[in-house]
């Protein structure tokens, strides 16, 4: 009974195998510390088994327009990619994220009982067990309701045969809200970081930074959301941009102090590393790309350091495979993104879509948000692919040692594209996979920034029509709005209360651009002094300038790290509507049939099917609308 109940909300038994699950072994499990510390590893190791990573990458990344078929793509996946998604594709199972919900609910449900019974599991000790379970149970589940909407949902462990796990779909917004509730009655109880003993634990496992990023997180999809009044969303975007700030704060004071503990035991002077230019201008402690350990240039130094090396000082959290004397492989990375096997074949399952560069930029002077690399200064692009003529563009980013750009000048210029690389054997796939980083949250506080200023625009253009409506009414001369916009301090709201003043919408825009200029100033060192080779404040006057210029920002950094699809998603969740959904991904999904097509104009259409099997086991589950009705259409 236990596996069938199990199966129902997408776990089998077989996949808890490690944890305890009858009297017997409870009997003798669960008494002291070390049995604690051993499942909490379990729930880590949970995000490296099962296919966890993949499906980051193929629901968040395979599904946008970042990518396209490689050589050896399966037939699921290939008609995954091509928008021919049917309940029965394996690229719908959700056990691995349900797996790791499962034993971080073991955890929180035992690890109180052992606190009672051994003396040397402290209170402290017990509340960062309950902290880094809640926080990794939370970025599941979250992962599940961007991909699926609406999902079973559980706080209990299944650990009883008698305990009932048939559940039904729970609403993605009442997921939400318990998540975030969740997270913020524990976000202060992990260690800031955990120090030099165990550097790589400041990473790779969850600190208060991590939890506040994946909080920030959590809150722009909440804002995300056209059926709440603007008032309301401007509470959480408003949370969203003080978790945000958390963050980067600390980060500043630990450039500032001038250390950074790499997970190799060496201490890195941040002096000879942070980008100077960007925190001078902008006052964002980002690493350069053309400056790294104090000697000449390397670049892109911090690419390489952010991916190939991992665990870089711009990093909060990240999934990691290599620790000192230990490498472990990283196949789901192998598999979707390059390298060869030990035969020397490729398993090369993705390429990077032809649609992030036509061709090969050669201007230095134009910048515009019509094209995603318009110069050919910015080191993502080289970078994070490698484009060619014929249009195969092979994936760099996590899938090799390093890139090397020939003739890179102190100043960043490089000649495009000459670059060497190491591809990564697949055996000696050990690359880390990044949950998040320094320039997501700082990215993340610009759309909350961006957003909120619409709405307070929008708030006050509301205002004056309504005092004009009465004014004239009355017949009283009406008052102009001043067109700043309503406080967003969250006093009518349980989204939350902020303490400072509210900037104005202008303020607020003018943040947002700093921020996006500091990202984009990092990779784009050659440009710094060349006004037209980067975006330009005048430029952007419309809310929909902001929007576009974000997304574009957005997309040049975080190719093929699993977000644009999500980012698709939340945009189309913000306003009600799939067309710009439907503009970025048409020309993908369109070799499907006229059908899908017409599918894209339903929201529900954005989310994955669940899987057929699921539904079979589980009567209490219902289809995703837009696959209630499947077409038998295959892609070649």
């Not at 100043?411 to 690359?431: H, M, W």
């Not at 005092?467 to 001043?482: F, Y």
């Not at 997304?551 to 699993?562: A, V």
């Not at 209490?620 to 696959?627: D, F, S, V, W």
Request: proline share 4%; with cysteine; net charge negative.
């Amino acid at each position: 009974m236990l596996a069938a109940a199990l199966v129902g909300v997408g776990v089998t038994s077989c996949s808890l195998d490690m944890l305890p699950l009858n009297d017997i072994v409870l009997e003798n499990y669960w008494t002291n510390k070390s049995d604690v510390e051993s499942v909490v590893n379990s729930c880590y190791a949970g995000l490296k088994e099962g296919g966890y990573i993949s499906d980051m990458v193929v629901w968040g990344e395979c599904r946008s327009d970042n990518t396209d078929i490689g050589p050896n793509v399966p037939v699921a996946l290939r008609n995954l990619m091509k928008g021919s998604l049917k309940s029965t594709n394996g690229y719908c199972n959700w056990s691995a994220m349900y797996n790791v919900i499962n034993r971080c609910n073991t955890v929180l449900y035992y690890a109180p009982q052992v606190h009672e019974k051994d003396p040397n599991y402290t209170d402290s000790d017990l509340a960062i067990n309950v902290a880094e379970c809640k926080a990794l149970r939370a970025l599941s589940y979250l992962t599940l309701i961007k991909t699926f909407k609406d999902v079973p949902f559980s706080l209990d462990p299944s650990i009883d045969d008698n305990m009932d796990f048939l559940l039904p779909r729970t609403e993605f917004t009442v997921i939400l809200d318990a998540l975030i509730q969740d997270i913020e009655e524990v976000k202060n109880d992990l260690p800031i970081e955990y120090g030099a003993a165990t550097p790589i634990y400041n990473t790779a496992r969850i600190t208060r930074p991590a939890i506040y990023a994946l909080l920030a997180e959590m809150y722009l999809w909440r804002a995300s959301d056209y059926q709440l009044t603007k008032q309301e969303q401007n509470n959480y975007y408003q949370k969203c941009i003080d978790a945000c700030n958390w963050v980067i704060d600390y980060k500043t004071r630990q450039m500032q102090a001038n250390t950074f503990y790499t997970w190799r035991g060496n201490t890195i002077n941040l002096a000879d590393n942070i980008d100077d230019q960007v925190w001078g201008q902008f006052g964002y402690p980002l690493l350069s790309e053309v400056k790294g350990n104090g000697s000449s240039v390397n670049a892109p130094y911090a690419f390489n350091s952010i991916f190939s090396e991992g665990n870089s000082f711009e990093s909060l959290f990240e999934i990691t495979f290599h620790y000192a004397g230990t490498l472990e492989n990283n196949s789901d990375v192998a598999f979707m993104y390059g390298g060869t096997n030990k035969d020397g074949g490729s398993e090369q399952y993705l390429l990077a879509a032809d649609n992030l560069m036509t061709s090969a930029p050669t201007d230095v002077t134009t910048y515009t948000d019509n094209s995603l690399f318009p110069v050919c200064t910015d080191f993502r692009s080289a970078a994070s692919f490698h484009f060619t003529d014929d249009g195969r563009y092979s994936i760099y980013k996590y899938a090799v040692d390093g890139v090397d750009l020939k003739n890179t000048t102190a100043t960043g210029k490089f000649t495009y594209p000459e670059q060497t690389n190491s591809v990564r054997l697949y055996a000696n796939q050990d690359i880390n996979w990044i949950i998040y980083r320094l320039t997501e949250v700082m990215l993340f506080r610009a759309e909350a920034e961006i957003e909120m200023a619409g709405n307070l625009n929008a708030i006050a253009a509301e205002e004056e029509t309504a005092e004009d409506a009465d004014a004239e009414g009355s017949g009283e001369e009406g008052t102009d709005a001043e067109g700043e916009g309503t406080d967003a301090d969250g006093s009518d709201s349980e989204a939350g209360q902020d303490t400072t003043a509210p900037l104005s919408p202008s303020e607020l825009y003018d943040d947002a651009f700093n921020i996006i200029s500091a990202v984009y100033m990092r990779s784009n060192p050659a440009v710094r002094n060349l006004a037209d080779a980067k975006p330009a404040r005048s430029k952007y006057k419309s809310h929909a300038d902001f929007e576009t210029l974000l997304m574009n920002e957005r997309r040049r950094e975080f190719l093929f790290e699993g977000k644009r699809y999500y980012d698709l998603v939340r945009q189309a969740r913000r306003e009600g509507n799939t067309d710009k959904f439907q503009a970025a991904l048409t020309s993908k999904f369109g070799e499907a049939s006229k059908a899908v097509v017409i599918k894209m104009s339903m929201m529900d259409f954005m989310y994955m099917p669940i899987l057929k099997t699921q539904i079979q086991v589980n009567p209490n589950l219902t289809q995703n609308p837009a696959y209630a009705e499947e077409e038998n259409v295959e892609i070649n």
